[in-house]
């Protein structure tokens, strides 16, 4: 079965540019995490969904990150306008989650954004 | 509120060396699952293990030993003749019933294994 697909692997963007990032969940898991990782702030989660829906938000740094979930089978992580400051490993994640805790998170290769 | 502490920010061993990792965890829920993660100097976050705050019983798995205690709230992960192949950041990781389907992660420890 295939795991977590992030795409694209590598973004080299300029300051102001749009970047959107694209995951595939696994099939059957209905959760998905999108998370940043850095040397500075360690690894950050962004928003997670469950069903498709937003539950928290809380961890998207500010109104130029967005996120969406149009089916059980892809979401976007999209900046508009990228800065320098976001250049970070992105990652998508997914779990299945049945009422109780949330079972492992299955991670994808990670997307390594530069913004220059 | 939920927290998981890897104390151990970095740790250096020679191979064949025996080596264990420090997790620790606080949270109010009864049930709850801990986890362990390994993400080798390629990047990508691979699963390693879970387990379930009703089972207390320890788990090998080849040259890897994990050992839970909920008295101590602690879920240590041993490695066992260490291999250059082992270095990686390792992370532990909590997901509660009342952490709305997250996992609270830790921040990592380091693993560097020295031929």
């Known amino acids: 079965d295939a795991g977590v697909i992030q795409s694209p692997r590598h973004e080299v963007t300029e300051m102001g540019q749009e970047v959107t990032l694209r995951c595939k969940p696994i099939s059957g898991h209905n959760s998905l995490f999108w998370y940043r990782q850095t040397m500075m702030r360690g690894l950050e989660l962004l928003i997670y969904f469950n069903n498709n829906v937003p539950i928290d938000d809380s961890g998207m740094p500010e109104d130029r990150f967005s996120a969406k979930m149009p089916n059980a089978s892809f979401s976007t992580l999209k900046i508009q306008p990228s800065e320098p400051r976001d250049s970070a490993v992105y990652f998508c994640?997914?779990?299945?989650?049945?009422?109780?805790?949330?079972?492992?998170?299955?991670f994808g290769p990670g997307t390594r954004l530069t913004v220059t | 509120a939920q927290k998981v502490t890897q104390a151990q920010t970095e740790i250096s061993v020679v191979e064949k060396e025996d080596v264990t990792l420090d997790c620790v965890y606080e949270t109010r829920d009864t049930t709850y699952y801990l986890f362990w993660y390994k993400q080798p100097p390629s990047g990508e976050l691979v699963f390693l293990i879970r387990?379930?705050?009703?089972?207390?019983q320890n788990e090998i798995s080849g040259r890897y030993s994990w050992n839970f205690q909920k008295s101590t709230s602690s879920f240590n992960f041993t490695i066992t003749a260490s291999q250059v192949v082992d270095s990686a950041v390792y992370f532990c990781a909590l997901s509660g019933n009342t952490n709305a389907g997250k996992s609270t992660f830790g921040d990592g420890t380091t693993l560097t294994v020295k031929p």
């Open positions: 387990r379930n705050s009703f089972d207390e």
């Open positions: 994640a997914s779990s299945l989650t049945s009422g109780g805790p949330s079972y492992e998170q299955y």
